[in-house]
């Protein structure tokens, strides 16, 4: 079955990517969006898919170095050629592993920044999706949330900054695994609607810190009527990143200024 080709970042990102299995949504925009690298970073995306992620967080910082990993080669072969279709291939890379044996080029200790987008259901693949590619991308199976958490860490450099999106009721395991590894711990909840709860959380850290924790305000996504509000519209379609985003508060957007 054919790939569908699909635009993000009002136009200037484009993606292939399955027709069944997972499929892009906005939590790898929110992702990308958290991440602040400084020029010449080196920045892993652990469980990159077709590269996502990667791709919106380069759009906005092109002067950094981002490395991808994914374990079914088929989301690796889309997102090598998402990297080519979009021309960041001096600055990304997308490489197929198991993070349980990474593949030797991968050089523990080496990043700034690591980010992911771990499964969020807990257990195996038994009750998970038909699909096996939706199954793997949902459901921890034989890796577990804590395991995806260890091995971000043992890709950092010391004082290293790790970010995780992830489901809001297992901030409980999120936090326990960070535990005594990580400072600075800031979490960001993401609200579907004004008094509505999160489902959805940014966790961010970093490594070898002991700087006390922050539990943010975070963002509402809709407005009332369903549509996204202007911060959520500003990281969505123009690529802002959560810091910026946070400061508009105007309906109109101005896209000409530093996203």
Same mark, same amino acid.
């Given at each position: 079955?054919?790939?569908?080709?699909?635009?993000?970042?009002?136009?200037? &990102?484009?993606?292939?990517?399955?027709?069944?299995?997972?499929?892009?949504?906005?939590?790898? *925009?929110?992702? $990308?969006?958290?991440?602040?690298?400084?020029?010449?970073?080196?920045?892993?995306?652990? !469980?990159?898919?077709? !590269?996502?992620?990667?791709?919106?967080?380069?759009?906005?910082?092109?002067?950094?170095?981002?490395?991808?990993?994914?374990?079914?080669?088929?989301?690796?072969?889309?997102?090598?050629?998402?990297?080519?279709?979009?021309?960041?291939?001096?600055?990304?890379?997308?490489?197929?592993?198991?993070?349980?044996? #990474?593949?030797?080029?991968?050089?523990?200790?080496?990043?700034?920044?690591?980010?992911?987008?771990?499964?969020?259901?807990?257990?195996?693949?038994?009750? $998970?999706?038909?699909?096996?590619?939706?199954?793997?991308?949902?459901?921890?199976?034989?890796?577990?949330?804590? +395991?995806?958490?260890?091995?971000?860490?043992?890709?950092?450099? #010391?004082? !290293?900054? *790790?970010?995780?999106?992830?489901?809001?009721?297992?901030?409980?395991? *999120?936090? $326990? $695994?960070?535990?005594?590894?990580?400072?600075?711990?800031?979490?960001? #909840?993401?609200?579907?609607?004004?008094?509505?709860?999160?489902?959805?959380?940014?966790?961010?850290?970093?490594?070898?810190?002991?700087?006390?924790?922050?539990?943010?305000? !975070?963002? &509402?996504?809709?407005?009332?009527?369903?549509?996204?509000?202007?911060?959520?519209?500003?990281?969505?379609?123009?690529?802002?990143?959560?810091?910026?985003?946070?400061?508009?508060?105007?309906?109109?957007? +101005?896209?000409?200024?530093?996203?």
């Amino acid at each position: 079955m054919e790939p569908t080709l699909n635009k993000l970042l009002n136009g200037r &990102i484009s993606i292939l990517q399955p027709q069944e299995g997972y499929r892009t949504a906005i939590d790898p *925009i929110f992702l $990308a969006a958290t991440l602040k690298p400084h020029p010449q970073d080196h920045v892993l995306e652990v !469980g990159a898919g077709v !590269g996502t992620a990667m791709l919106c967080l380069a759009s906005r910082v092109s002067d950094c170095y981002i490395t991808g990993l994914e374990l079914q080669s088929e989301l690796v072969d889309l997102g090598i050629k998402n990297i080519l279709n979009n021309k960041f291939e001096k600055h990304l890379k997308l490489i197929q592993g198991d993070l349980l044996t #990474p593949p030797a080029s991968l050089m523990t200790g080496r990043f700034n920044h690591v980010m992911a987008n771990p499964p969020y259901l807990a257990g195996n693949l038994a009750s $998970a999706s038909r699909h096996s590619g939706k199954a793997l991308a949902h459901h921890e199976g034989n890796v577990s949330l804590k +395991d995806w958490i260890d091995f971000c860490l043992k890709m950092l450099i #010391p004082k !290293g900054s *790790i970010t995780l999106i992830h489901r809001a009721d297992r901030l409980d395991s *999120i936090l $326990a $695994a960070l535990n005594g590894k990580v400072g600075e711990i800031t979490v960001f #909840p993401l609200w579907p609607k004004q008094n509505k709860p999160a489902k959805r959380i940014l966790i961010q850290g970093r490594k070898g810190i002991s700087s006390p924790s922050c539990l943010e305000q !975070g963002m &509402i996504l809709h407005q009332e009527d369903g549509r996204y509000t202007t911060q959520a519209e500003a990281i969505l379609r123009y690529g802002y990143s959560l810091h910026n985003a946070l400061l508009l508060k105007v309906k109109n957007l +101005d896209i000409n200024v530093n996203r």
